[in-house]
């Protein structure tokens, strides 16, 4: 079987994409070939039966793959990409998921005729519940792109930006956004536990609470904050909570610092 995708980097991100894709059948493992330095990580891939290698030396001669994805850190990814050189101006298309990285940066380093997609994906991917966003310079095919759109379907919901800039704003909201959902979590955790319950029902409850809270904004026709006034009874328990909450916009102004904190820093690492 010839090898369809190359991936580079099976860390966090491209261990959970990988995992999806092959979870879903749309890529039978004889398919992908698997670059990843740390062996632990090369041996995780090899058992969902990827053929891997330590570097892009180790990809057979003639190799011609559909993608190379590159799952490596924004901090390395133009001496990674410059490893794949071969490919460039050519058939491969190349996925990165390097937070801030521009298009250009691949374009410079691979030819201006390098058909290339960012995706910004985020870590449920590793449960399908993912969300991914692309955004793609003009030399991808529409073959190409379906096929590709199909492939990050395996890890959740997909959307595309047209406007490259605005992937800033994307990772800044769905990238990084799992860590803030976490967060919350702990800090939910850590107030049950102040207010006198168990540590392990203070898990419970707050990890609950989020999961059952936020399926039922994504499967109700009812926006968050109707869904938010049916929890909340006149001088009741709710009110009380969300006056500290919301009393001068307090969260609404520490979220909307936070994501412009990322979409600054995203900004940067793509200098
Ligand atoms: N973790 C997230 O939530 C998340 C979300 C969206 C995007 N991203 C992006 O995904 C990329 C990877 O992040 P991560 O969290 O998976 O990091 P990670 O450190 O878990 O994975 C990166 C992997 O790249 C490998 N690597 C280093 N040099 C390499 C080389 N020359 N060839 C092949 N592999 C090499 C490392 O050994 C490591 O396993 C980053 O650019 C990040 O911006 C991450």
Redesign the pocket.
């Known amino acids: 079987m010839t090898v369809k995708v190359v991936l ?7 261990y959970a994409m990988l995992a999806g894709w092959l979870k879903s059948g749309r890529l039978q493992p004889a398919e992908t070939f698997v ?4 062996e632990e ?1 090369r041996a995780r891939a090899q058992k969902l039966g990827s053929a891997v290698g330590g ?2 030396s180790d990809i057979p001669a003639g190799t011609t793959p559909k993608l190379v994805v590159l ?4 901090q ?2 133009r ?2 990409t410059a ?1 794949y050189k071969n490919l460039g101006d050519g058939e491969t298309t190349f996925v990165s ?3 801030g990285t521009p298009i250009a940066t691949f374009e410079e380093i691979l030819g201006s005729k390098t058909p290339i997609i960012r995706v ?4 449920p991917a590793a449960i399908g519940k993912g969300m991914m966003v692309s955004c793609a310079n003009g030399n991808v095919s529409t073959e190409t792109s379906a096929f590709v759109e199909k492939l990050l379907a395996a890890s959740g919901a997909v959307a595309t930006v047209d406007d490259e800039r605005q992937m800033d704003a994307v990772t800044a909201v769905s ?1 990084s956004g ?1 860590a803030y959902i976490f967060h919350f979590i702990e800090c939910l955790t850590a107030a049950a536990e102040q207010a006198g319950l168990p540590k392990e029902t203070a898990k419970l409850l707050a990890m609950q609470t989020v999961y059952g809270a936020a399926s039922l904004a994504a499967e109700s026709d009812e926006e968050p904050g109707t869904l938010r006034q049916q929890v909340t009874s006149p001088k009741g328990t709710t009110a009380a909570a969300l006056a500290v909450l919301m009393g001068n916009d307090r969260l609404k102004t520490l979220v909307g610092e936070a994501v412009e904190a990322a979409r600054r820093r995203s900004i940067e690492l793509g200098k």
């Open positions: 580079a980097g099976c860390g966090n991100m491209g670059i990843e330095p740390n990580l570097d892009a799952a490596v850190k924004p390395v990814i001496d990674v490893a998921v390097a937070a910004m994906p985020n870590t990238g799992p």
